[in-house]
């Protein structure tokens, strides 16, 4: 069923305004370019917001947009901001991708403290997977190494993030970053505090890419 149903049966007094991507909220549906600079899974889809989560680290706190469109495909979405703004759109994969991509021996490097401090660490990718095309780069430089964060089920924007242990503190974890050479691309690495490790493909694009939102429900 169409995510535009509900919303065209919605009276004007009803609508609320929705202006720029940093005001989303659960239900909320993007609609994105069919430009053939997206990967064929992001190319003129829509998609609708699921969830929305906080990832807190020492000096900010970021909003992080659970998507899904139609065919049930769930990404991520945050704002990088810097000198200006861009889309980074997260894709998880699993051991067996992370494999065909990386060499595990130089993957493994990343957690390498020394290699860092020496801006040694880098990552080749040794082949491509048909569910990847166009989110990877051949080479990264790491960026990131072990920055803690703090990740909460909870909309920072709506309601307080505890900042207290317990069951409403966030959980934590260490994040690693890899960025190619122009910075378009990425490797995020999330390692928790019980050992889990959680890899995404990263995707910067500018904001215009999204073409249209609609308010949900």
């Known amino acids: 069923m169409s995510f535009f149903k509900k919303i065209f049966n919605k009276s004007d007094d009803e609508t609320r305004k929705l202006t720029t991507v940093g005001d989303l909220k659960i239900n909320d549906i993007i609609v994105l370019t069919d430009s053939f600079a997206l990967p064929e899974n992001l190319r003129s889809q829509q998609f609708q917001v699921s969830a929305v989560n906080s990832y807190e680290f020492e000096n900010n706190t970021q909003s992080e ?129 019980d050992g889990d490790t959680d890899v995404f493909l990263t995707l910067y694009r500018p904001v215009s890419d999204i073409i249209d939102m609609y308010p949900g429900s």
């Open 65 to 193: 947009w659970v998507l899904k469109n139609n065919q049930n495909d769930q990404l991520y979405l945050t704002l990088d901001i810097d000198d200006e703004v861009y889309l980074k759109f997260s894709l998880e994969i699993n051991e067996q991708t992370v494999e065909t991509l990386f060499n595990l021996d130089d993957f493994a490097v990343i957690f390498d403290q020394e290699s860092f401090e020496q801006e040694n660490t880098f990552l080749e990718r040794q082949q491509e997977c048909e569910n990847t095309t166009h989110w990877t780069s051949e080479q990264y430089q790491q960026a990131i190494f072990a920055q803690v964060g703090f990740f909460h089920r909870k909309d920072h924007r709506s309601e307080n993030l505890s900042a207290y242990e317990g069951k409403d503190a966030g959980e934590q974890f260490e994040l690693y970053q890899l960025l190619d050479q122009d910075q378009s691309r990425g490797v995020d690495v999330e390692v928790w505090s």
